[in-house]
């Protein structure tokens, strides 16, 4: 968790949550401010990257879904209409779990040195569900 650094981790837009286990950082996710890469989902986007959770708690403590669910409302104050992510593929059913569509416009996306991923998205705002799916 402590190596995911992305280039807008400074910006002022930028949301990072964490998730505590006492003073044990057990999970992680930023938000930035992103558009959608694709056309047909329109609207203000941010992107999800960096979600990681301590491999402890992985699949057992809802610690990534408490994640999302803290940061929906606070998304939504600022005006985001939807959320996106590129996914690792065996996350893709985590999200899916958690309301995301995936975006099968996209196909397989594969990301240099990192691997195979799906897009998936969010919709914070009412008319940006099933587009593209």
């Given amino acids: ?3 995911a650094l992305f280039a807008g981790d400074e910006a002022q837009m930028t949301l990072h949550l ?3 286990a006492g003073e044990e950082v057990v999970g992680v996710a930023s938000f930035y401010e992103e558009p959608f890469p694709w056309e047909d989902i329109k609207g203000y986007a941010y992107r999800l990257r960096g979600m990681a959770t301590a491999p402890a708690y992985q699949r057992k403590a809802g610690i990534g879904t408490q994640i999302l ?5 606070l998304l939504r104050e600022r005006g985001v209409s939807v959320v996106w992510c590129y996914a690792r593929l065996e996350a893709v059913p985590f999200y899916e779990k958690n309301g995301f569509y995936r975006y099968k416009s996209a196909g397989i996306v594969e990301i240099p040195e990192v691997g195979a991923h799906e897009v998936c998205y969010y919709p914070l705002a009412k008319g940006t569900d099933r587009m593209g799916a």
């Fill in 1 to 3: 968790m402590e190596s």
């Fill in 69 to 73: 669910r803290a940061a929906w409302p």
């Fill in 18 to 20: 964490a998730a505590f």
